[in-house]
């Protein structure tokens, strides 16, 4: 009979154990899934988010070369006033969507790449639309240089994106390293009670916090 107790005992220990270590792999398990899958909507919140910036800086970029070669060539003043119109257009919708811009770059990203962008990108298309403006109103010629500031701009746009992309293929995205695991109430892991409870299915309920 005693020897019976102890290998009751002994078998008790050792479901006990062999739990615990279930438990905790799957355990690991359910926050290596809870992880990834924010993980995965911020990656394609971030390809949206890239997407959208690639088409709003083709456009802008390639009606803005459009214009600047129309007025340099003296072109038709119907035929500037259309080119001036399509740019127009890429300008209300960058505008309309930079807003949208500038809240992922700082969410997904960081504040370092939302002031690159600001700077490196933004700020120049203002600059090279504000001169573009000026002259049009004052029936002037684009500076020398524009077609390469034009360029420049575009290799800073497309290192740029570039940049991000490499990001989101890396799954590298700057605020995944604060991603919290999933959370029990009263224990980051399950407790030894809560282990028992269900190892003898007694009735248990986890609850996130």
């Excluded at 154990?17 to 899934?33: E, G, K």
């Excluded at 890429?90 to 700077?119: A, I, M």
């Amino acid at each position: 009979m005693t020897t019976g107790i102890f290998l009751t005992i002994i078998a008790i220990i050792i479901s006990g154990f062999a739990t615990i270590l279930a438990s905790n792999i799957q355990q690991r398990y359910w926050d290596i899934q809870y992880r990834r899958s924010i993980e995965d909507a911020q990656l394609q919140r971030a390809q949206i988010l890239c997407d959208k910036l690639i088409e709003l800086c083709d456009k802008r970029l390639y009606r803005l070369r459009l214009l600047t070669i129309s007025i340099r060539e003296r072109d038709s003043k119907n035929n500037i006033q259309e080119k001036r119109d399509l740019y127009k257009e890429s300008v209300k919708l960058w505008n309309e969507n930079f807003g949208f811009v500038r809240s992922n770059l700082l969410t997904l990203y960081n504040k370092r790449n939302l002031d690159h962008f600001e700077k490196n990108i933004h700020d120049k298309f203002y600059r090279i639309g504000n001169h573009i403006e000026y002259c049009l109103k004052n029936r002037k010629i684009p500076y020398n240089n524009i077609d390469e500031d034009i360029n420049i701009l575009s290799a800073e746009y497309y290192d740029f994106c570039s940049k991000l992309q490499e990001r989101i293929r890396d799954r590298t995205l700057p605020h995944f390293d604060e991603i919290d695991e999933i959370n029990f109430k009263n224990s980051d892991r399950l407790t030894l009670i809560y282990l028992i409870r269900r190892l003898y299915g007694i009735s248990t309920k986890m609850s996130r916090v």
